[in-house]
Structure formats: structure tokens, C-alpha cells
Nanobody, 122 residues
Framework: QVQLVESGGGLVQAGGSLRLSCAAS????????MGWFRQAPGKEREFVAD????????HYADSVKGRFTISRDNAKNTVYRQMNSLQAEDTSVYYC???????????????WGQGTQVTVSS
């Protein structure tokens, strides 16, 4: 089992940057593909980005492509998401997710974090 804890959320002005972190428990972090999702008020949770177990493969939603970057450090059991050029519509609760199957992490991951709030002021 994997426990995920997000951090790094907060309030930022439009055009600014923020880096989120997700720390995972356990000694098998490198066996899991990792993903980020977000959920804005009144909207469904949506996929943002994912990364394969080694970090060699990444995938982004069109809405964040070119602005967000996902990366991981398997030695630190942590996945990151750098967010640049933030816009008001990026305001959401951001969730970290994990799944052993890379193809599944962006749709039905097995594990979820508790979420961290990101608010972008315009």
C-alpha cells in the first residue's frame, strides 16, 4: 500500500509559479507510475499529468501542456509538479495519485493523496 501526501499549495498571482510535491510512503515508490489531478469548485476531477516509473515517459493534459512539468525523484520517494504561467482557471484542489500500471494512472489510479489547494488570483 502507498500513502501519498501533497504539499506546496497556496495563493499565487496570475502569471506566477508554484511547485507542488507529493511524498510517498513505502520502499516501492519506483514501482509506481504517478499522476496529478485537479478538481475546481463545482467541477469534476480532471487529469493533469502523469509520469512513468522511471520518469522516462510523461503525459500532459492539453490545458497545461507547455506550462506544467512533472518530474520525480525515486531516491526521495517524491513526485513534483512545476506550474508556470498560472491562470485563474488553474485554481483547484490538486491531487497526487499512484498506480503500478502506467496506462491506468491517468484514469483509475489505485491510490490518492488528500489534495492541496492552489488559488490563483487575477
Amino acid at each position: 500500500q502507498v500513502q501519498l501526501v501533497e504539499s506546496g499549495g497556496g495563493l499565487v498571482q496570475a502569471g506566477g509559479s508554484l511547485r507542488l510535491s507529493c511524498a510517498a510512503s513505502g520502499r516501492t515508490f519506483s514501482s509506481y507510475s504517478m499522476g496529478w489531478f485537479r478538481q475546481a469548485p463545482g467541477k469534476e476531477r480532471e487529469f493533469v499529468a502523469d509520469i512513468s516509473q522511471t520518469g522516462a515517459i510523461t503525459h500532459y493534459a492539453d490545458s497545461v501542456k507547455g506550462r506544467f512539468t512533472i518530474s520525480r525523484d525515486n531516491a526521495k520517494n517524491t513526485v513534483y509538479r512545476q506550474m508556470n504561467s498560472l491562470q485563474a482557471e488553474d485554481t483547484s484542489v490538486y491531487y497526487c495519485a499512484a498506480d503500478r500500471r502506467y496506462g491506468e494512472v491517468r484514469s483509475t489510479p489505485d491510490y490518492w493523496g488528500q489534495g492541496t489547494q492552489v488559488t490563483v488570483s487575477s
